[in-house]
């Protein structure tokens, strides 16, 4: 008998819902929120209004596209945290109403590990999923974590940021420079036309597997205020090579650990995912270093790469296999690792 999963995603400003059946993706919809962006910043309190707007017909076209009932489903799962704590709410009491309701089992899904199981979404029976263990490079505005994933229900957390994760260097940087929030994929567009080699900026020198980017964000700041004394105008004439310098260096502090946890291990499978893997220097870096180390890579579609219900029902499926449910009690948590 086939297993059929909905997926349900709320926790931070995107509304999704995905079905998936024996880990084929038929469906996933997502409705991100523009309310936010005269904000600079994702503002709880309306996130969670939106979602309370969006989560019905977000979920019913999910089933539509799926070409399923409702009435087919095997289990619900659900983004239990991390997360903002009034948008998970959402998704977790329409995911038990539903539950209720239609009589199946609901399952809670850690978001993160919903980031590192992406990798084994299927659009076809032949589609190539990483073999057991894997590293995974989970890099996104929340998290910069090396993590060994051994298992879907067994993972290790090798390193992980001691400050500010990859995603927020991007994102801070970005605002000094005047860039709009999230700064990431600006930097990302200004770099493909600047000079790596331009600027240097500071790498922490931390020992083990963890990671440090507060130093780089100050250490740019500096750069930005040293010159613009000099050049008032200095950020709008430097804006693609400050950009080329400050990813070459995300980049590298990125790879520095990533490789030194390849040799560690001996695993001989990377994958990177999270908001900040949708980064063309990040993919082209991790394809390049994979390619040179006879590694396999897998690099997610960018459409997985920011939050998505499909990581969801693909982590609900691998816990619907473990017979690994929960109880109506079940409430969200804003905090937790992998
Ligand atoms: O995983 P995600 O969607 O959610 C959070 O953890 O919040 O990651 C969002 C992060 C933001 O910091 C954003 O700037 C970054 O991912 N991001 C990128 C790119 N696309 C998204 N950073 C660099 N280059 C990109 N193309």
New binding site residues.
């Given amino acids: 008998m086939s297993i059929t999963i909905l997926g349900i995603e709320s926790s931070?400003d995107d509304t999704s819902a995905a079905v998936i059946r024996d880990g084929i993706l038929l469906s996933n919809v997502i409705a991100s929120q523009k309310v936010h962006e005269e904000y600079g910043g994702v503002v709880p309190e309306l996130a969670s209004r939106a979602h309370q707007q969006n989560i019905v017909p977000v979920v019913d076209t999910a089933l539509k596209r799926a070409g399923i009932d409702k009435h087919q489903l095997s289990a619900i799962a659900f983004t239990r945290g991390p997360g903002l704590l009034g948008s998970l709410l959402v998704g977790t009491s329409f995911a038990k109403g539903l539950s209720l309701g239609l009589d199946v089992p609901i399952i809670d899904v850690n978001h993160l590990h919903g980031h590192v199981l992406s990798h084994y979404i299927k659009h076809t029976e032949d589609d190539n999923v990483p073999e057991f263990p894997y590293i995974c490079l989970l890099i996104?505005?929340?998290?910069s974590q090396i993590i060994l994933v051994k298992s879907p229900s067994d993972m290790e957390v090798l390193g992980q940021t001691i400050d500010d994760a990859a995603?927020?260097a991007?994102?801070k940087c970005a605002k000094v420079m005047g860039l709009p929030y999230?700064?990431?994929?600006h930097?990302?567009r200004l770099a493909a036309e600047g000079d790596c080699r331009k600027f240097r900026f500071a790498r922490p020198r931390i020992p083990g597997l963890n990671y440090s980017f507060s130093g780089l964000k100050t250490s740019f700041l500096y750069t930005l205020r040293d010159n613009i004394k000099i050049d008032p105008e200095f950020i709008e004439h430097n804006k693609a090579d400050l950009a080329a310098s400050l990813q070459y260096t995300i980049i590298a502090i990125l790879l520095d650990k990533l490789s030194k946890a390849v040799e560690q291990t001996g695993v001989k499978t990377v994958a990177i995912g999270?908001?900040?893997s949708?980064?063309?220097g990040v993919r082209a870096a991790i394809a390049d270093y994979c390619a040179k180390e006879h590694l396999k890579a897998f690099i997610p579609e960018r459409s997985f790469t920011?939050?998505n219900a499909a990581m969801v029902a693909i982590a609900g499926y691998f816990k619907y296999l473990d017979n690994s449910f929960c109880d109506y009690d079940a409430a969200p948590y804003a905090r937790v690792t992998v």
């Fill in positions: 931070c996104s505005g929340g998290n995603g927020e991007f994102d999230p700064g990431g994929p930097i990302d999270g908001g900040v949708a980064n063309s920011t939050d």
